[in-house]
Protein backbone atom coordinates (compact mmCIF):
# COMPACT_ATOMS: atom_id res chain seq x y z
CA UNK A 1 0.00 0.00 0.00
CA UNK A 2 1.23 3.47 -0.81
CA UNK A 3 -0.97 5.19 1.88
CA UNK A 4 -1.55 8.72 0.64
CA UNK A 5 0.52 10.20 -2.31
CA UNK A 6 0.87 13.81 -3.04
CA UNK A 7 1.44 15.52 -6.74
CA UNK A 8 3.85 17.34 -7.28
CA UNK A 9 6.48 17.06 -4.40
CA UNK A 10 7.30 21.43 -5.28
CA UNK A 11 6.14 24.31 -7.21
CA UNK A 12 6.69 27.16 -7.51
CA UNK A 13 4.29 29.46 -9.24
CA UNK A 14 4.25 33.16 -10.02
CA UNK A 15 1.63 35.35 -8.74
CA UNK A 16 -1.58 34.83 -10.23
CA UNK A 17 -0.70 31.72 -11.97
CA UNK A 18 -3.22 28.70 -11.51
CA UNK A 19 -2.40 24.96 -10.17
CA UNK A 20 -3.79 21.74 -9.22
CA UNK A 21 -2.97 19.60 -6.15
CA UNK A 22 -3.30 16.03 -6.31
CA UNK A 23 -3.85 14.06 -2.92
CA UNK A 24 -4.83 9.96 -3.63
CA UNK A 25 -5.01 7.64 -0.85
CA UNK A 26 -5.52 3.54 -1.24
CA UNK A 27 -7.01 2.74 1.97
CA UNK A 28 -10.56 3.32 1.27
CA UNK A 29 -10.80 6.16 3.62
CA UNK A 30 -14.01 8.39 3.18
CA UNK A 31 -12.86 11.63 5.31
CA UNK A 32 -9.64 13.43 3.40
CA UNK A 33 -8.69 16.71 4.52
CA UNK A 34 -6.23 19.76 2.53
CA UNK A 35 -4.04 21.14 5.15
CA UNK A 36 -0.96 24.02 5.08
CA UNK A 37 1.38 24.46 7.35
CA UNK A 38 3.77 27.51 8.05
CA UNK A 39 6.33 28.34 10.97
CA UNK A 40 4.54 29.26 14.10
CA UNK A 41 1.23 28.34 12.96
CA UNK A 42 0.82 24.93 13.27
CA UNK A 43 -1.56 22.68 10.49
CA UNK A 44 -4.32 24.54 9.96
CA UNK A 45 -7.41 22.95 7.98
CA UNK A 46 -8.16 24.14 4.64
CA UNK A 47 -11.20 21.81 3.09
CA UNK A 48 -12.00 18.53 4.24
CA UNK A 49 -14.47 15.98 2.79
CA UNK A 50 -16.80 13.41 4.66
CA UNK A 51 -17.09 11.24 1.28
CA UNK A 52 -17.24 11.19 -2.53
CA UNK A 53 -19.02 14.23 -3.96
CA UNK A 54 -18.79 16.17 -1.05
CA UNK A 55 -16.47 19.21 0.13
CA UNK A 56 -16.57 21.81 3.19
CA UNK A 57 -14.82 24.47 4.03
CA UNK A 58 -11.91 24.44 6.85
CA UNK A 59 -10.45 27.15 9.12
CA UNK A 60 -8.67 29.52 5.89
CA UNK A 61 -10.47 28.30 2.94
CA UNK A 62 -9.80 31.16 1.01
CA UNK A 63 -7.97 31.45 -1.99
CA UNK A 64 -8.99 27.77 -2.69
CA UNK A 65 -11.01 25.54 -4.16
CA UNK A 66 -11.39 21.43 -3.96
CA UNK A 67 -13.06 18.33 -5.22
CA UNK A 68 -13.61 15.20 -4.34
CA UNK A 69 -15.08 13.35 -7.77
CA UNK A 70 -13.65 10.13 -6.78
CA UNK A 71 -13.60 8.37 -3.18
CA UNK A 72 -9.53 7.85 -3.60
CA UNK A 73 -8.86 11.33 -4.90
CA UNK A 74 -8.89 14.95 -3.27
CA UNK A 75 -7.92 17.66 -5.45
CA UNK A 76 -6.78 21.49 -4.25
CA UNK A 77 -6.70 24.31 -6.53
CA UNK A 78 -5.30 27.82 -6.50
CA UNK A 79 -7.05 29.75 -9.01
CA UNK A 80 -4.97 33.06 -8.59
CA UNK A 81 -1.73 32.37 -6.62
CA UNK A 82 -0.87 34.99 -3.89
CA UNK A 83 2.72 35.10 -2.07
CA UNK A 84 0.66 34.47 1.01
CA UNK A 85 -0.21 31.07 0.22
CA UNK A 86 4.10 30.30 -0.15
CA UNK A 87 3.28 27.85 2.43
CA UNK A 88 4.23 23.41 2.97
CA UNK A 89 0.49 21.32 1.73
CA UNK A 90 -0.84 18.65 3.81
CA UNK A 91 -3.24 16.00 2.39
CA UNK A 92 -4.41 13.29 5.17
CA UNK A 93 -7.15 11.02 5.24
CA UNK A 94 -9.10 8.83 7.90
CA UNK A 95 -12.08 6.21 8.87
CA UNK A 96 -13.90 8.62 10.15
CA UNK A 97 -15.67 6.10 12.17
CA UNK A 98 -15.36 3.28 14.78
CA UNK A 99 -13.57 5.19 17.49
CA UNK A 100 -10.78 6.13 14.65
CA UNK A 101 -9.50 9.59 14.65
CA UNK A 102 -6.44 9.02 13.32
CA UNK A 103 -5.76 10.74 10.20
CA UNK A 104 -3.13 9.46 7.96
CA UNK A 105 -0.44 11.95 6.22
CA UNK A 106 1.47 12.37 2.75
CA UNK A 107 4.38 13.47 2.46
CA UNK A 108 3.74 17.03 1.68
CA UNK A 109 3.88 19.49 -0.92
CA UNK A 110 6.30 23.08 -0.67
CA UNK A 111 4.80 25.58 -2.73
CA UNK A 112 6.38 28.81 -3.46
CA UNK A 113 4.46 32.07 -4.94
CA UNK A 114 7.08 34.88 -6.35
CA UNK B 1 -8.48 32.69 21.75
CA UNK B 2 -6.38 30.18 20.06
CA UNK B 3 -8.00 26.62 20.15
CA UNK B 4 -4.66 25.00 21.31
CA UNK B 5 -1.61 26.83 22.34
CA UNK B 6 1.58 24.83 22.29
CA UNK B 7 4.97 26.03 23.55
CA UNK B 8 7.36 25.91 19.99
CA UNK B 9 10.86 24.91 21.40
CA UNK B 10 13.06 23.71 20.92
CA UNK B 11 13.68 21.94 23.13
CA UNK B 12 17.20 20.54 23.63
CA UNK B 13 18.03 17.59 26.32
CA UNK B 14 20.99 14.46 26.76
CA UNK B 15 20.02 11.40 25.49
CA UNK B 16 18.17 9.23 28.46
CA UNK B 17 16.91 12.33 29.95
CA UNK B 18 12.79 12.47 30.35
CA UNK B 19 10.82 15.29 28.77
CA UNK B 20 8.42 16.91 29.01
CA UNK B 21 5.64 18.53 26.08
CA UNK B 22 2.74 20.15 26.92
CA UNK B 23 -0.48 22.16 25.11
CA UNK B 24 -3.57 23.95 26.66
CA UNK B 25 -6.61 24.26 24.92
CA UNK B 26 -9.94 25.97 25.50
CA UNK B 27 -12.72 24.14 24.26
CA UNK B 28 -14.12 21.50 26.48
CA UNK B 29 -15.77 19.93 23.75
CA UNK B 30 -12.72 18.24 22.99
CA UNK B 31 -12.79 15.13 24.03
CA UNK B 32 -9.95 12.90 21.88
CA UNK B 33 -6.70 13.73 22.36
CA UNK B 34 -4.07 12.90 20.15
CA UNK B 35 0.09 13.30 19.63
CA UNK B 36 1.32 13.52 16.14
CA UNK B 37 5.36 13.32 15.65
CA UNK B 38 6.67 14.95 12.67
CA UNK B 39 10.36 14.32 11.44
CA UNK B 40 11.71 17.02 9.26
CA UNK B 41 10.72 17.45 6.02
CA UNK B 42 8.20 14.64 6.24
CA UNK B 43 4.57 14.51 6.92
CA UNK B 44 3.16 13.88 10.46
CA UNK B 45 2.05 10.89 11.76
CA UNK B 46 -0.02 9.42 14.92
CA UNK B 47 2.22 8.95 18.21
CA UNK B 48 -0.45 7.78 20.19
CA UNK B 49 -3.87 9.36 21.99
CA UNK B 50 -6.14 9.05 24.80
CA UNK B 51 -9.85 9.78 25.30
CA UNK B 52 -11.49 12.05 27.87
CA UNK B 53 -9.19 12.55 31.41
CA UNK B 54 -6.74 10.26 32.46
CA UNK B 55 -3.34 8.33 31.62
CA UNK B 56 -2.19 5.96 28.42
CA UNK B 57 1.11 4.56 28.11
CA UNK B 58 2.70 2.99 25.21
CA UNK B 59 6.62 1.69 25.75
CA UNK B 60 8.62 5.02 26.59
CA UNK B 61 5.53 7.19 25.61
CA UNK B 62 2.86 8.17 28.08
CA UNK B 63 0.02 10.86 27.32
CA UNK B 64 -2.04 12.29 30.15
CA UNK B 65 -4.84 14.21 30.01
CA UNK B 66 -6.18 17.36 32.56
CA UNK B 67 -9.47 17.83 31.54
CA UNK B 68 -10.50 19.72 34.38
CA UNK B 69 -7.71 22.60 33.93
CA UNK B 70 -7.66 21.37 29.73
CA UNK B 71 -3.89 20.91 29.98
CA UNK B 72 -2.30 17.98 27.77
CA UNK B 73 0.93 16.32 28.03
CA UNK B 74 2.96 13.88 26.37
CA UNK B 75 5.75 12.16 28.40
CA UNK B 76 9.54 10.36 26.72
CA UNK B 77 11.01 8.29 29.12
CA UNK B 78 14.94 7.30 28.16
CA UNK B 79 14.87 9.55 25.09
CA UNK B 80 16.65 8.52 22.21
CA UNK B 81 17.84 10.86 19.32
CA UNK B 82 15.81 9.02 17.02
CA UNK B 83 13.29 11.03 19.20
CA UNK B 84 14.37 14.07 17.69
CA UNK B 85 11.80 15.70 15.53
CA UNK B 86 8.71 18.19 16.28
CA UNK B 87 5.95 16.93 18.57
CA UNK B 88 2.28 18.27 17.61
CA UNK B 89 -0.84 17.80 19.43
CA UNK B 90 -4.06 17.42 18.28
CA UNK B 91 -7.53 17.61 20.37
CA UNK B 92 -11.03 16.96 18.76
CA UNK B 93 -14.63 16.79 19.29
CA UNK B 94 -15.56 15.52 16.41
CA UNK B 95 -13.87 13.81 12.65
CA UNK B 96 -15.03 16.98 10.85
CA UNK B 97 -12.30 19.55 12.58
CA UNK B 98 -8.57 19.02 13.95
CA UNK B 99 -7.28 21.75 15.81
CA UNK B 100 -3.51 20.96 15.97
CA UNK B 101 -0.72 23.09 18.05
CA UNK B 102 2.17 24.61 16.32
CA UNK B 103 4.41 21.91 17.33
CA UNK B 104 7.48 21.89 20.41
CA UNK B 105 10.26 21.27 18.11
CA UNK B 106 12.38 18.14 20.62
CA UNK B 107 16.33 17.64 19.60
CA UNK B 108 17.52 15.08 21.47
CA UNK B 109 21.40 15.01 21.71
CA UNK B 110 23.91 11.77 22.09
Known amino acids: NAGVTQTPKFRVLKTGQSMTLLCAQDMNHEYMYWYRQDPGMGLRLIHY???????AKGEVPDGYNVSRLKKQNFLLGLESAAPSQTSVYFCASGRGGGGSYEQYFGPGTRLTVT | QKEVEQDPGPLSVPEGAIVSLNCTYSNSAFQYFMWYRQYSRKGPELLMY????GNKEDGRFTAQVDKSSKYISLFIRDSQPSDSATYLCAPTGNFNKFYFGSGTKLNVKP
Open chain 2, 50 to 53: TYSS
Open chain 1, 49 to 55: SVGEGTT
